[in-house]
């Protein structure tokens, strides 16, 4: 099988998260400078709002970079075609099934890795074209599935023959190794970049960051079929009271969460904002260069070492 670093043509096994708001040109051309492969996240930006990253990250970096569509987003169809006009090389998608772009995308020659909660949709996707695969676990930050990513892996890894990349609770060196015994031939890393100098976020989430611990974050949205792991506050309180009132919609309580992204990402409020986070927060001690977050995560690692 071939290696993600000769797939993808970076120094690390390590992949950016698209996180919404957040993964703008600034934090993806950090990471494709230090030797992963940034990622640009669509969100729920606009079309053009999506090309000016594209084009802003070109400006900053010679390195590889993708950009990743967030299928629930209502711009998802108008941007699949624009990255195809870009020429962006590596696409990966999340919360949803990006069966229906798959054909399109194959045939402009890109690299497509689906991020996925479950084995049935890995099989799904690898058999309709994926290069690779990113198993997303529950500890993941955001919107995310059931699994433990423990367990997730390696059974995705014993139904399909492509990379599989392992995401949620990696913020470490251990936690790659943990990855590559698993099966995983890569890492997506999100919640440790949070709490990176270059990260475009108000001071007040990088801190809040390196402030939590293990039991730090709770899922909202369990039962109205969109969880979302975030820090504990206020805000996930309150959702949390909501949800019980049969009264509220899905559609009410999901504007609740990602306008309330905004008011942490960019005002800082650690009361009513919503702090998305994976749960390995509890392991990130510090805010440092995104250069030193990834040296830390690959240079110690057996993986580096050639011993796995
Ligand atoms: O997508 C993410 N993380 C996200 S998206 C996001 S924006 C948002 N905010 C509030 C509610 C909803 C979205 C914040 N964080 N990670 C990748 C991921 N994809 N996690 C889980 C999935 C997923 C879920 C279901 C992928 C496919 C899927 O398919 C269902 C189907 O149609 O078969």
Sequence with gaps: MKDLRDLLNVEYPIIQGGMAN????????????AGGLGIIGAGGWDVDR????IRKTKALTNKPFGVNIMLLSPHAEAISDMVIEEGIKVITTGAG????????WKNAGMIVIPIVPSVALAKRLSRTGADAIIVEGTEAGGHIGEITTFTLVPQVCDAIDIPVIAAGGIADSRGLDAAFVLGARGVQIGTVL??????????????RIVRAKDTDTVVTGRGTGAPVRVIKNK??????ELAKNPEISLEEMEILTLGSLSKAVFNGDMINGSIM???SAGLVKEIRSIR???????EPSRVNKGTL
């Design 22 to 33: 957040i993964s703008t040109h600034v934090l993806a051309s950090a990471v494709s400078n």
């Design 194 to 207: 949070l709490a990176s100098h270059e990260c475009p976020i108000h001071e007040n989430y990088k801190n």
């Design 50 to 53: 999506v090309r000016d990253e």
């Design 97 to 104: 099934n990006p069966g229906i772009y798959m054909e399109k």
């Design 292 to 298: 030193a977050i990834l040296e830390d995560i690959f």
């Design 235 to 240: 805000m996930s309180r309150k959702y949390l």
């Design 277 to 279: 986070a994976g749960q």
